[in-house]
């Protein structure tokens, strides 16, 4: 490779410019460290560099902590230099991590074999768990005297919980989730779950049989609460509108008449009718068989001779019955079920009962 100096003239010109550029690298402006001229050179000939002194002189280490002690002055703990009288609301305005320095309490936390818990210095426990420093109650009283200037005197007809649920029958529920790490989103907080009273839609006996099968075990017969949960879409604004559209879904669907409701009978209903059941019948055919007898016990004294159904349903014994035969129908077969079964078919048929001699 020819060499820079070679691309100039004649030799004159190469020898000034050998020595420009050999000045140009004795410089070493471009990298860190610094060069130095021999001072026992007394020649300039070409043959002739610098000496690259790469090594740096430094003071020793416990030299240089000596004086950074001495330029660095040491104050005291803030808490130590505090007024008792202070607006602690200006010291700790927000949520922050621990500060033994600014906290004038002597805290104590952790766990030491010598039977003394560390103090607050250097204690990585007080700083892991999150406080309420900032929460004082005169900041608390603060903040909420604040606040009232942006509130509203309560609604008037809203005294009791009846009242709220009579004006306002739909109850919406989200949960929203609080965390410490990079992401704010939780797939939990899109979740939505609506509430409401099954009585406060004032359907009909037909509309409310539809509506229990459209809503299968959504629906609490105890409480009479419905209760339906949406999350099927990703965010909580569209699960709401999703659960306000099922509500109203399932109410018109609830309505509406189709051609083939006409052909429900009774044992297709959601729950047992007594009136114009099979039951019905056969104990009111009963019932005239022992009025047509001889011995007519007296709670059969006051029907006609041949009672109409409206007239045997207004009997004692006969609504307790039909009460009695609902229960097992619907509930299940239980002991307790049958043992009142058993003592309401004995008031119908005015049978005297028998107790055990054991």
Partial sequence: MTPLWSQFGNRG?????????????????????????????????????????????????????????KNTPILPPRADRMPIDQDWGNVWPTSRTFHPATVPLPLRMGYSEKGVAPGKFANAE????????HLTPPVVARQCEALKKFCTSWPSGLETEKDVQRHFPLEFATCSYLHSGTSIRDPNARIVTLKFKLSTLNLD????????????????AKTDTVTIVVDRCPSRQQNLDFARYVFSVL????KQVEDWESEKKLHDLEEFVWSGSTSENNALALVNKIKASKSCPNVYQS???????????????????????????EDGETNENWVNYGKAVEKLLDIPRVESSR
């Fill in 303 to 329: 029907l006609p001779s041949d009672p109409s159904a409206d007239e045997f349903e207004k009997l004692e014994v006969v609504q307790e019955y039909s009460r009695v035969l609902k229960t097992v129908l």
């Fill in 205 to 220: 006996k037909r509309s409310k049989d539809k509506y229990l099968r459209l809503l299968g075990e959504k629906y609490d």
């Fill in 251 to 254: 109410f018109m669907e609830a």
């Fill in 13 to 69: 010109t190469q020898c000034r410019s050998s020595q420009i550029f050999r000045d140009f690298l004795a410089r070493g402006s471009f990298c860190r460290y610094s060069t130095k001229l021999d001072a026992t050179r007394t020649n300039t000939d070409e043959g002739e560099f610098r000496v690259l002194d790469i090594a740096r002189k430094r003071a020793p280490r416990n030299e240089q902590r000596e004086r950074r002690k």
């Fill in 126 to 133: 007080l700083m892991k768990i999150p406080n309420f420093l």
